[in-house]
């Protein structure tokens, strides 16, 4: 993704950046440092990739989603999980707030009067809070009390396997994941315990359980994570100058330095998506005066990569299945429609696999109009605009040892 590069000339024209068509004149160089905080109740976030500050919700994978229905894949597979379980497994409630830190870092420097060169670094701090627990249905159907599952998930990581990924509940499998307590009601501390079970394979995702006063039992955490974003390099190059308009031509890289999510933390928050592109814009600047006026707009290439994921138990439809099996696509063309799946969100340590991956590629326009107040002292607004192509896997590589062939593997 494309994010400000801000450049500094002491002479006024300081609103250097991806969004126009100024350059630093030659031998002038300058460090810029961009800081930024946040804070966020009721909500984690994590920050977007390489070196672009878009938000996204961590927990919006994980946050209310209904333990039975997910196992069961649909209606008449919850009844059948809920039946074997004694009851509901409840619907997850996963709550946080974070304070978040950012820097970056730009060096800048005027080769000539008409050519600039830039990098940029960029820093990030987060820390959360997390509050995980259950909830569940209170009434059912027939408006009778719903059951809640009184299953007790066993202490021992070791005693919940599932060999090659196979892992089905039903009247056989149910022993793998503990005994039945009578007067025992299913929590989050059972959740956390079968996510890390050998089976599943998932770090913990709360240090410490705390009952409230109704007696739900609540898994807090306090994380902290820290470290460099994607680096980008840019070098901008003015072919016109005018008096009403200058215009230039930037090119750029952004390395995949940053650390991606970890497929082993059911939460967690990424720096990067380990994913380096390159890109070229084209920007124009209009001096009025104390009111500038800066536009760019331009293409970014996402190169081809790895990337370590778990794969969330992808189905695709039955056509499609049925085409493979008749040979009329392969399995590289079913990949590229992976956004057509459906996902389970919670699978088991067999579907952490090492991938073969395009990003999509990106169209990006930029405009911003500045207010210079005093000379040191001014206002303005950005305004952008991103068209992301769509993303596919090309290939599934290696999977954990033991673990059995996707149906779509030869």
């Not at 005027?110 to 009434?139: C, H, K, M, N």
Request: net charge negative; charged share 25%.
């Amino acid at each position: 993704m494309v994010g400000l590069l801000g450049l500094f000339a002491p002479d006024g024209a300081w609103a250097q950046s991806l969004y126009d068509g100024d350059t630093l004149p030659r031998g002038v160089g300058g460090v810029i440092l961009s800081p930024s905080y946040g804070y966020g109740a009721g909500v984690l976030q994590r920050f977007g990739n390489g070196w672009q500050f878009g938000r996204e919700s961590v927990l919006e994978d994980v946050d209310g989603l209904e333990l039975s229905r997910v196992l069961g894949g649909n209606e008449d597979g919850k009844r059948a999980i809920e039946l074997v379980a004694g009851g509901s497994l409840g619907i997850t409630n996963f709550k946080g707030s974070q304070n978040s830190f950012g820097i970056n870092f730009t060096a800048a420097y005027g080769i000539t009067d008409r050519l600039t060169v830039a990098a940029l670094v960029p820093f990030q701090w987060v820390r959360y809070e997390l509050d995980a627990y259950l909830t569940y249905p209170s009434l059912d159907e027939d408006g009778n009390a719903y059951p809640i599952s009184d299953l007790k998930v066993a202490e021992d990581p070791n005693a919940i396997q599932c060999p090659g990924g196979d892992f089905n509940f039903g009247l056989d499998d149910i022993d793998r994941l503990g005994t039945h307590v009578p007067g025992y009601e299913f929590q989050a501390g059972d959740l956390q315990r079968a996510l890390t079970s050998d089976c599943l394979g998932y770090d913990p995702f709360f240090d410490r359980l705390e009952a409230d006063a109704a007696g739900i039992f609540h898994g807090r955490a306090s994380r902290t994570k820290s470290g460099f974003r994607d680096i980008a390099l840019g070098a901008k190059y003015q072919f016109f100058r005018g008096r009403h308009v200058r215009l230039a031509a930037l090119a750029f890289a952004v390395l995949g330095t940053g650390k991606p999510a970890d497929p082993n933390k059911l939460i967690d928050f990424k720096l990067g998506d380990g994913n380096s592109s390159a890109g070229f814009l084209v920007g124009a600047t209009l001096p009025l005066g104390r009111v500038t006026i800066g536009t760019s707009v331009g293409f970014e290439i996402e190169l081809p990569d790895k990337e370590r994921l778990r794969l969330q138990n992808v189905a695709f439809s039955d056509e499609l299945e049925d085409q493979l099996a008749r040979g009329e696509i392969s399995e590289r063309d079913l990949l590229k429609r992976i956004d057509e799946a459906s996902i389970q969100p919670i699978v088991t340590r067999y579907d952490v696999v090492e991938t073969s991956r395009k990003l999509g590629n990106n169209i990006n326009a930029y405009g911003y109009i500045n207010f210079q107040i005093l000379e040191w002292l001014s206002v303005g607004a950005l305004t952008t605009f991103l068209h992301h192509f769509r993303d596919r896997i090309d290939a599934i590589h290696d999977r954990p040892e033991g673990a059995a062939p996707y149906p779509t593997e030869a």
